[in-house]
């Protein structure tokens, strides 16, 4: 079993960036595609961003597309979401999630099945 642990969560102002990290161990980190989710208070988890194995193709949620970005270093077993120009719509706890894949530049969106713990962020207007 994969073991991936989020960070870079925090509190910050309307506009500001933050920068996620989540670091992957445990198995080989370039056979999985990576997603991030994030869940609300006193909302369902909810897709935010995907990427495949190779970094190669990306998918947002249409309500952080132009905002957030997703990356991958496979030298370093990380998966990143940059997130700028943050909204107080965008406090919620942020998840990593990872998912075996076949294909090279296949996404997963959803159906994975290994998680973080989670990481907080909070924007304040």
């Known amino acids: 079993q994969v073991q991936l642990v989020e960070s870079g969560g925090g509190l910050v102002q309307a506009g500001d960036s933050l920068r996620l990290s989540c670091a992957v161990s445990g198995r080989t980190f370039s056979n999985y595609a990576m997603g991030w989710f994030r869940q609300g208070p006193g909302k369902e988890r909810e897709f935010v961003a995907a990427i495949s194995r190779s970094g190669g193709r990306t998918h947002y949620a249409n309500s952080v597309k132009g905002r957030f970005t997703i990356s991958r270093d496979n030298a370093k077993n990380t998966v990143l979401l940059q997130m700028n120009d943050l909204e107080p719509e965008d406090t919620a706890v942020y998840y990593c999630?990872?998912?075996?894949?076949?294909?090279?530049?296949?996404?997963?969106?959803?159906?994975?099945?290994?998680w973080g713990q989670g990481t907080q962020v909070t924007v304040s207007s």
């Open positions: 999630a990872g998912k075996e894949a076949n294909g090279l530049e296949g996404l997963v969106l959803n159906d994975y099945n290994s």
